[in-house]
């Protein structure tokens, strides 16, 4: 495939204590040493996953050389070019401990695939494919963000670290026609009709947006491959390789030398190369469902041949994992996503889980409500042994949770406690800015992660730092505990809000108590049964401790938050 050789008052801003970025021995709980670099246990389940979403040309330069990649002018309209974020960057920061001290146990990047070379001038200003979904060469790394050794570096060390990478797979569609990239040939793509999303047809059998070629992945018919793509192969010296891979693929699936196989065969080989842990899968209703359960099918043949070949990089034994984007859905449609006039589980159909787009309106209500039909749901409900992935912002929902960035304490406080799996987008756990000015539409969400905020500022009230500190204690104690997650949900009090969740499973039980809205000073706080009598808990938000006495425990913390969590 690849050169691999080369190249309510949740929690107001009270005086919060500043920790240091790295977590300390017990937060972090380290099992072993590999490589010199302590390894946090990875959680047995993907359920509870805190995952780290970010834009990897947004997100830290790390590399200057590669920032004009391509000839590439930065022309383009507002937070439109490449802006100089890469792979590096992203390693970087992985090896400095933010992730961790964050209490993240997965990482989501932006595709990596190599992009087209110009840009568009259409709707929004001139844009050019730095978010990652403008396919050029699904089989080469898109040089402004790295190289392939970059890529397998950044994979390796999440590993090391007890940190998962999902690979953001785009199989929908090509990028866009532009004077320096041309329509790949009409066998291979759709430009028309444009989808009316009326009915399954309208949103599958057709193109999504104007200039965003559609895949035929609904065709059988063997196609050969674009003019461009061959003569690229050839002047990178790689041609012959290529196209003898191909015919092995194809020898041994015995699939048709149709579109959609070709794609998942290029998908596929990064994760048989580089070990990617699972895929975010793009724009999943807007191809036929069944190609989902074949790209799964191909990526868990690869997957398993990575672990036998790199036996020392793998972390356990978890199957390959498929999560999808199913524009639209929302936990409460359960296994059911409706198109109108049909209906499709798609967790019938290789997904593992579903980003949940109802989040953010949901926590706009009583949390408990929606915490007790979250739980219920993936433990007991239509979902059980599935998961949603939660969100507040992202890099194209033009109406985020808390756009303002006004309640970013109690933001946290939602995502970071809510049954599910949870996604940070970067810069939430900052209250990076939404609204930008000059921007337009989905620019607004994509500006450079603020380095200069998080390392710069050192006096104990600046409110970045405080924001910070914040969403690292959650990350971390929802790290600690898969409880939060994934365990059984308990109202204990209404007023101040008090619940447990609790995990009673074969991996190991684990309990949490969290009470909301709490006095600062001293307070008392019911456990119910959950911590017997006489056992020392501790409050991982201020590092307080104190023994069970009848069924409370008693702390004197400056917060109004308490995440008590048991003494071993």
């Known amino acids: 495939m690849k050169a691999f050789a080369h190249g309510f008052a949740l929690i107001g801003p009270v005086a919060l204590v500043l920790a240091g970025c790295p977590p300390s021995d017990r937060e972090a709980r380290p099992f072993e040493q590999r490589a010199g670099v302590a390894r946090s246990a990875p959680d047995r389940s993907w359920n509870s996953a805190t995952v780290y979403f970010l834009l990897t040309d947004r997100f830290r330069d790390g590399d200057p050389g590669n920032d004009r990649a391509l000839g590439r002018p930065q022309d383009g ?22 992730f961790d001290s964050l209490g993240v146990n997965v990482l989501w990047l932006t595709p990596f695939v190599e992009q087209n070379r110009g840009p568009t001038d ?107 793509l061959l003569e690229k192969w050839t002047e990178e010296g790689r041609l012959e390789r290529e196209l003898a891979e191909l015919d092995a693929f194809f020898r041994r699936t015995g699939h048709p030398r149709a579109p959609r196989y070709y794609v998942i065969k290029w998908l596929t080989d990064w994760v048989r190369e580089m070990g990617f842990d699972g895929y975010r899968v793009d724009t999943a209703k807007h191809f036929e469902e069944g190609v989902s359960r074949e790209l799964k099918q191909e990526a868990e043949i690869a997957f398993n041949d990575w672990k036998a070949a790199h036996p020392d990089e793998v972390m356990d034994d978890l199957p390959f994992y498929m999560l999808g984007e199913v524009y639209g859905y929302d936990i409460a449609n359960g296994r059911s996503f409706d198109f109108g006039d049909r209906s499709v589980d798609y967790f019938d159909h290789g997904y593992d889980a579903l980003i949940n787009f109802g989040f953010k309106q949901d926590v706009t209500g009583d949390l408990d409500a929606v915490f007790s039909r979250y739980a219920a749901t993936l433990r007991d409900g239509s979902l059980r042994g599935h998961s949603v992935l939660n969100y507040l912002s992202s890099h194209d929902d033009g109406s985020p949770y808390d756009a303002n960035r006004e309640d970013p304490f109690g933001a946290g406080t939602r995502l ?5 799996s949870a996604q940070i987008y970067y810069g939430d756990e900052i ?13 607004n969400l994509r500006s450079m ?37 994934a365990g059984a949900h308990a109202r204990l009090q209404a007023e101040p ?54 069924g409370t425990v008693t702390l004197d913390t400056p917060y109004e938050l308490v995440l008590l969590e048991g003494v071993s």
């Open 77 to 98: 309209a507002v937070l439109r070019s490449f802006e100089g974020g890469d792979l590096a960057g992203v390693l970087e920061e992985l090896q400095g401990g933010y």
């Open 497 to 550: 809000y008090v619940f447990s969740r609790v995990l009673s499973e074969e991996a190991g039980r684990d309990r949490v108590v969290v009470a909301l809205g709490v006095s600062p000073g001293t307070k008392t706080v019911p456990v119910g049964d959950v911590f017997a009598d006489g056992t020392r808990v501790t409050d991982a938000y201020s590092g307080a401790s104190g023994l069970i006495t009848e």
């Open 416 to 420: 970071l406690l809510a049954p599910g």
């Open 122 to 228: 259409e709707g929004t200003g001139r844009t050019y494919g730095f978010h990652g979904y403008w396919t050029r060469d699904w089989t080469a790394v898109e040089p402004a963000l790295g190289t392939e050794e970059d890529l397998r570096a950044l994979v390796r060390a999440a590993h090391v670290r007890g940190m998962r990478v999902l690979m953001d797979a785009v199989l929908q569609h090509t990028g866009p026609v532009t004077t320096e990239d041309p329509q790949w040939p009409d066998a291979w793509v759709r430009i028309e009709p444009r989808c009316q999303f009326r009915s399954y047809a309208t949103t599958v059998d057709c193109t999504l947006v104007a200039n965003l070629p559609d895949i035929r992945t609904d065709s059988d018919a063997p196609v050969d491959l674009p003019a461009f």
């Open 431 to 443: 209250a990076r800015p939404l609204r930008i000015p000059g921007a337009v539409g989905d620019a």
């Open 449 to 485: 992660m603020d380095w200069r905020a998080v390392e710069g500022a050192g006096a104990g009230d600046d409110q970045t730092l405080r924001v910070l500190e914040h969403w690292r204690k959650l990350g971390r104690f929802r790290r600690a505990h898969p409880a939060v997650g």
